[in-house]
């Protein structure tokens, strides 16, 4: 390290190389929100009814559909959370990076053609088909636009850190600002472009993303002769925690409560996936279940090759960067990928720094508002299409009258996240995604297994799971360190943190399983045999699918 960084911390230089050279970032910034607006109003006026809004009118490719499926997926966890958990936390932090990886093929053996097959627009669909319409398509829609806004937390958070660290901007209220910008932008992109609008940025997303991770990747295993025991080495010496930073344990393993705190993780991260609403209905956009399964093959070869380079740049971070220096530009180390980008480009006030620094942010905000338009539009959706036109309609709002809900609902939902997203702005985004995966295992993935595979599931079951699974991830997120107790916490200065667990995995999930059996097994409802049975065919097949 130079005197310079000696005397000042990195988040200062790299706001000072940020101010040299604002005008360069600022319009990378725009140039990226203009395109995409652009693409978003193109494909509004290709948008003539409920299909063309909610799947694309089911037109994309599987590679099409792969790319925009990586693209919803690789969210600003991905990139900002994960690289800066390794940076601080070594072999602890790559542990996120093995999880989102290995949750895809969770998702493809169990779920993703047999949904296909079965359902039209929503999750609720498919619960409904052999079961009581009303309450389970009101519970799905709940639960969809509550495991929605636990992940939108996580993209507000990061963009808010992002670009004041780019704008020089350190108050609160510039950072609450910016997570305003991002939630009006997300309102826009949905209400216009719908899911084609949404799947052409998600798809352009993925492409620069990829292409910025792997420029990344490439300098930071240049600098270190692409000698990876080298580059290892070198974090280990420079975190401090000398050998300990590349073994188990640095994070969780100091105490029996930490390493509960890893399976609960770990169970979170890898049933999540099946679970998450926005990555759910992506498979609707396509016309076969055979390009559901290419698109999904796809997603796996691309984001495996994402996270791959994530562990390249998480200790790459860790090997570049003083971990104070990461800590004093965010606490929970978000910023650990933008600061390497500038220190691999030739430090504060170089030029190469300050581009790739700009590029690698804008990359990563053009990640933020991909994901957020796709996490806003599975909520809307579901509130428009399972709870206004099924539960309060009944069946009989037209088509037109659908997708103006769910236009006001996008807007609902925006705000909503805006001031959840403000609160939410100093804490890990990898660790609020994995709290958001938690919820959709505990609430939805038992009861979209029961549906397609237990004869014997019934609505009671369905409602118990779904209701039981929600309430019990939410309450004990509530009540744990996430929340309250610690200085990383949303609310730092109070204390009434009784479960001891960051994540509520452990308990949650299991709790949602034994309910949605439970619930069945106490219901005096005959199951409908004859519906399963066509259900079976339907989601196995394909025939009948729309």
């Not at 925690?241 to 609960?264: H, M």
């Amino acid at each position: 390290m130079s005197a310079a960084h000696a005397a000042y911390p990195t988040v200062q230089l790299a706001a000072e190389g940020a101010s040299e050279h604002r005008p360069l970032i600022i319009t990378l910034f725009a140039c990226f929100v203009v395109a995409t607006l652009f693409i978003t109003v193109w494909a509004g006026r290709q948008t003539k009814d409920a299909s063309d809004f909610y799947a694309g009118g089911r037109q994309f490719t599987g590679f099409q559909n792969g790319l925009a499926v990586s693209g919803d997926y690789m969210s600003a966890a991905s990139f900002l959370g994960i690289a800066g958990a390794i940076a601080l936390f070594g072999y602890d932090g790559f542990l996120y990076s093995i999880g989102f990886l290995v949750a895809w093929l969770v998702a493809l053996l169990l779920v993703a053609e047999p949904l296909r097959n079965s359902g039209r627009y929503t999750m609720g669909d498919v619960l409904a088909y052999r079961m009581r319409q009303r309450p389970v398509r009101t519970a799905a829609g709940a639960s969809t636009i509550v495991v929605s806004i636990f992940y939108l937390l996580a993209q507000m958070a990061g963009a808010g850190v992002l670009v004041s660290l780019l704008l020089g901007i350190t108050s609160d209220g510039g950072k609450i600002a910016i997570v305003a910008l991002v939630g009006l932008l997300m309102i826009v992109y949905v209400t216009i472009g719908g899911m084609k609008g949404t799947t052409w940025v998600q798809m352009v997303k993925a492409v620069l993303l990829i292409a910025g991770t792997v420029l990344i990747t490439f300098l930071i295993l240049l600098k270190f002769h692409f000698n990876i025991s080298d580059l290892l080495g070198s974090a280990a010496e420079n975190s401090g925690k000398g050998k300990a930073f590349l073994e188990p344990g640095l994070k969780y393993g100091a105490t029996s409560t930490s390493k509960l705190d890893f399976i609960s993780l770990g169970i979170a991260l890898v049933l999540g996936t099946a679970g998450l609403p926005h990555i759910l209905i992506r498979f609707y956009t396509v016309p076969t279940a055979k390009a559901a399964r290419k698109s999904v093959n796809w997603a796996i070869g691309i984001i495996g090759a994402f996270y791959l380079m994530t562990i390249v740049l998480g200790f790459g971070a860790a090997a570049i960067l003083k971990p104070d220096d990461i800590i004093a530009s965010n606490k929970a180390g978000n910023t650990a990928a933008p600061l390497a980008a500038l220190e691999i480009g030739g430090g504060s006030g170089s030029t190469g720094g300050a581009i790739l620094l700009a590029v690698i942010s804008a990359v990563a905000f053009a990640t933020i508002l991909a994901v957020v338009a796709g996490l806003t539009l599975a909520s809307s959706s579901s509130f428009a299409h399972d709870i206004y036109a099924n539960v309060i309609r009944k069946g009989r709002a037209t088509e037109k009258e659908e997708i103006r809900a769910a236009k006001w609902a996008t807007v609902a939902i925006g705000i909503v996240s805006i001031g959840l997203g403000a609160l939410a702005r100093d804490l890990n985004v990898a660790g609020l995604v994995a709290l958001a995966f938690a919820v959709a295992a505990s609430a939805n993935l038992p009861t979209i297994l029961y549906s397609l595979f237990w004869k014997r599931f019934t609505t009671q079951g369905a409602l118990w799971s779904i209701y039981g699974g929600l309430a019990s991830s939410v309450l004990l997120v509530l009540f744990s360190p996430v929340v309250s107790s610690k200085p990383t916490s949303m609310f730092p200065d109070v204390d009434f943190a009784w479960f001891p667990l960051e994540n509520p995995g452990l308990i949650s999930i299991p709790l949602g399983f034994l309910l949605g059996w439970l619930g069945s097994l106490l219901s005096k409802e005959e199951p409908d045999k004859g519906k399963y049975a066509e259900l079976e065919v339907k989601s196995l097949t394909g025939v009948g699918a729309h």
